[in-house]
């Protein structure tokens, strides 16, 4: 029986929603924006206001539980490859590569390798 070549393990992203990134490579090239979600099978990410498609709808079609959907065209990010964009260090605010490090307290993190300084995570603050 013949089989295919086993597919490669997806690695992991470094990125996540929320984190700031500057696109390097692509029609979008020099625009900033946050990071809306991931999808690591693919490698690539969703980025706000950038890689806007347009996608003509008819009426009616069904999205996400709604029936009756008004028709028209529809403005939406799509996702770019992960290679295509940068993250910025908010410390130093410049595009850069990052840095796997641990902690004193042994913790794992990111840290900026431009000016050294460990990456923090903006955290979501959901209303209630």
């Known amino acids: ?5 086993p597919r490669p393990r997806p690695r992991r992203l ?9 696109v390097v490579a692509g029609k979008d090239r020099g625009k900033t ?4 979600r991931t999808l ?3 490698g690539k990410v969703v980025v706000k206001g950038v890689n ?8 009616g079609r069904r999205a996400g ?15 770019l490859d992960r290679s295509n964009v940068m993250l910025l260090c908010p410390s130093c605010n410049r595009p850069t590569r ?3 490090i ?9 840290q900026c390798r431009r000016c050294g300084e460990p990456y923090e995570r903006p955290r979501r603050v959901e209303a209630q």
Do not use: C, S, W, Y
């Not at 029986?1 to 070549?5: A, D, G, S, T």
């Not at 539980?65 to 996702?79: W, Y």
């Open 1 to 5: 029986m013949l089989r295919n070549k």
């Open 98 to 100: 990052i840095k796997h």
């Open 65 to 79: 539980g709604n029936t009756a959907m008004q028709g028209g065209i529809v403005d939406f990010e799509a996702p």
């Open 102 to 110: 641990v902690l004193e307290n042994g913790e794992r993190a990111l």
């Open 52 to 59: 806007i498609l347009k996608r003509h709808v008819k009426a």
């Open 14 to 22: 470094d990125l996540a929603p929320g984190d700031t990134v500057l």
């Open 33 to 36: 924006g946050e990071i809306l």
């Open 40 to 42: 690591p099978r693919e």
